[in-house]
T-cell receptor, first 113, second 113 residues
Framework: GENVEQHPSTLSVQEGDSAVIKCTYSDSASNYFPWYKQELGKGPQLIIDIRSNVGEKKDQRIAVTLNKTAKHFSLHITETQPEDSAVYFCAASWAGGYQKVTFGIGTKLQVIP | GAVVSQHPSRVICKSGTSVKIECRSLDFQATTMFWYRQFPKQSLMLMATSNEGSKATYEQGVEKDKFLINHASLTLSTLTVTSAHPEDSSFYIC?????????FGQGTRLTVV
C-alpha cells in the first residue's frame, strides 16, 4: 500500500516569512496529491491539490510542487499570517475510481506575530 | 467547495451504550464514503470504506461488529459505535468522495464515560 512521509512535524516561522512542508510517497500509481489544513477540533479542509500531469500549482499565497520521478511533493506558503497557524496534512491517492487517501503524519505550523 | 455535514459534532455517552454518527454530502453524490479516527496530535487513520448499497470494507485491526457502517444512499453514511468503552473515545471524521476529489466532515468528538 501507499506510504506517505511528511516533515517537519513542527514548524515555527515569523509572520511574513515563508513556510515549506515536504512529503514523499511510495506508490508510483498515486496520481492525486491534496493538502489539507486542520484547525483544532475541526475536520481537515482541502486547501490545494495537484495531479500528476502538472509539476506546480499556485493559488494566491499557497503553491504546491510535484516531482513524480523523485516521488516528492511540497507545500509552500508565502507571506505567512497568524491565521495560517494549524496542522497541515499532505496526502496521496489514486484518483482512478475513488479517493482512498493516505495521509502524512501532519505538520503543526505556528506563525509568530 | 463541496460540503460534507457530520453530526453530532460532540457526544458524550456512558460505557456500554451505542452512539450513531451521521455523514451527509449536501450538494453532491458521493461514490464512496470513508470513516477515519484521529487520536490527539496524530494523523487520520482510515477505519473503513463504504460504497452505497454494499458492505463496508474495514481496515486491518478495526472490529466490524463494534463499528457498524451503513451506507444507505449516495449522500448518507452512518457509523455506529456499539457497546462503547472509554478507549473508544476519539475524534471520528468522515469523508465523502467523488471520482476525482474527497471532502471531509467537521468531525465528531466522542467521549465515553
Amino acid at each position: 500500500g501507499e506510504n506517505v512521509e511528511q516533515h517537519p512535524s513542527t514548524l515555527s516561522v515569523q509572520e511574513g516569512d515563508s513556510a515549506v512542508i515536504k512529503c514523499t510517497y511510495s506508490d508510483s500509481a498515486s496520481n492525486y496529491f491534496p493538502w489539507y489544513k486542520q484547525e483544532l477540533g475541526k475536520g481537515p479542509q482541502l486547501i490545494i491539490d495537484i495531479r500528476s500531469n502538472v509539476g506546480e500549482k499556485k493559488d494566491q499565497r499557497i503553491a504546491v510542487t510535484l516531482n513524480k520521478t523523485a516521488k516528492h511533493f511540497s507545500l509552500h506558503i508565502t507571506e505567512t499570517q497568524p491565521e495560517d497557524s494549524a496542522v497541515y496534512f499532505c496526502a496521496a491517492s489514486w484518483a482512478g475510481g475513488y479517493q482512498k487517501v493516505t495521509f502524512g503524519i501532519g505538520t503543526k505550523l505556528q506563525v509568530i506575530p | 467547495g463541496a460540503v460534507v455535514s457530520q453530526h453530532p459534532s460532540r457526544v458524550i455517552c456512558k460505557s456500554g451504550t451505542s452512539v450513531k454518527i451521521e455523514c451527509r454530502s449536501l450538494d453532491f453524490q458521493a461514490t464512496t464514503m470513508f470513516w477515519y479516527r484521529q487520536f490527539p496530535k496524530q494523523s487520520l487513520m482510515l477505519m473503513a470504506t463504504s460504497n452505497e448499497g454494499s458492505k463496508a470494507t474495514y481496515e486491518q485491526g478495526v472490529e466490524k461488529d463494534k463499528f457498524l457502517i451503513n451506507h444507505a444512499s449516495l449522500t448518507l453514511s452512518t457509523l455506529t459505535v456499539t457497546s462503547a468503552h472509554p478507549e473508544d473515545s476519539s475524534f471520528y471524521i468522515c469523508s465523502a468522495a467523488t471520482r476525482t476529489e474527497a471532502f471531509f466532515g467537521q468531525g465528531t468528538r466522542l467521549t465515553v464515560v
